[in-house]
Each structure stands twice: as C-alpha cells, then as structure tokens.
C-alpha cells in the first residue's frame, strides 16, 4: 500500500524535521556534554532550559516550514543540552551508592513525561490551536528552568549536599 498526496508530503516533511533535530542533539549532548565539565553542569542546565523554553515558544509563532524547520533544529541543540547536563548533574549531586536508584527515578520520569507530553500535546491543539502545544512545552521548559535555577545547588552546594544525605541515612 502506497499512500500519496499531501499526507504522504507531510509525513515525509515531519519525518526529516525529527531526524535533523535529533541529529543535532546528538552532537550537541556531546559538545555541551564537554563545556559542562568546565562551566558545570547546572549553568548548561539552566541556559539550555531556559533556550528551549524561548525557541518552543518562538515554534507556536512560525509561518513557514523553512522557520519551523531551523527553530526545531536549534531546539535540538538544546535538548541535547539538556540530556548531557541532566546526567551530569545527578552524577554529581547523586550519593555513590544511590546512582542507580536516583537514574532509576530520572528514566522513569523521562519515559512519563515522553508519554504525558504528546497526551497533552494533542490535547491543547484539539482545544485551541496547533500554537498551544507549543506554549504548552515552552511554559513547562520555564517552570523547569526555573525550578532547577531556585532549588539545585551547583558544584559547591553538592557536596553539602551529599553530606546531608549521608548524615541522613
């Protein structure tokens, strides 16, 4: 069965949107996977939250496929960003002998949220408009941003950090 027509345009359009933003977040996860080991995995966080939540937001504004396209691709960077810190982070602030509880947790919440978010996703485009989906993720990305910025130490908070954990158990 060979489908044609629009459909078959928009799925193939789609298809090469996802793969050049996850290309791009491939190398990015590496490259920003890198500076975190200098600048610290909490300030690439934080900046690569805080570009997703512009750039989702900038994604509910495109009027062509070209912008849509380069504003997925740059997101994707970010995502990748944020892959590499996340890990980097709870390596750090994790207690050696909880990593494979607390990326237990992390893996868990990761495959609700990929689960929870098209739901809702759907949700708000089926209420309001394709553009909602997009303010949806893009208020999610601040509020996250936001949290990790106001309540997760950095390299120096850690360690006393780790030290109450300890002290705790």
């Known amino acids: 069965y060979k489908r044609q027509g629009p459909d078959a345009k928009v799925a193939s359009i789609t298809g090469t949107i996802t793969g050049l933003a996850s290309a791009t977040s491939a190398v990015s996860a590496i490259v920003l996977g890198r500076v975190s080991d200098r600048v610290g995995p909490r300030r690439i966080l934080i900046a690569c939250g805080s570009a997703a939540c512009v750039l989702y937001g900038l ?53 609700a949220a990929n689960a929870i978010a098209p739901l809702m996703g759907a949700a708000l485009t089926a209420s309001w ?37 300890d002290a705790a158990s």
């Not at 309540?151 to 954990?165: F, I």
Request: net charge neutral; no cysteine.
């Open 59 to 111: 994604q509910s504004l495109a009027q062509t496929t070209l912008q849509f396209t380069i504003l997925r691709v740059v997101n994707g960077a970010a995502m990748g960003g944020i892959v590499a810190a996340t890990s980097a982070l709870l390596a750090e602030l994790a207690p050696k002998d909880r990593f494979g509880a607390v990326y237990g947790v992390n893996t868990s919440l990761t495959a």
């Open 129 to 165: 408009g394709l553009s909602t989906a997009f303010l949806g993720a893009a208020a999610m990305y601040g509020l996250a941003t936001l949290v990790v910025a106001l309540m997760v130490p950095g390299k120096a908070e850690s360690k006393d950090l780790t030290e109450s954990l």
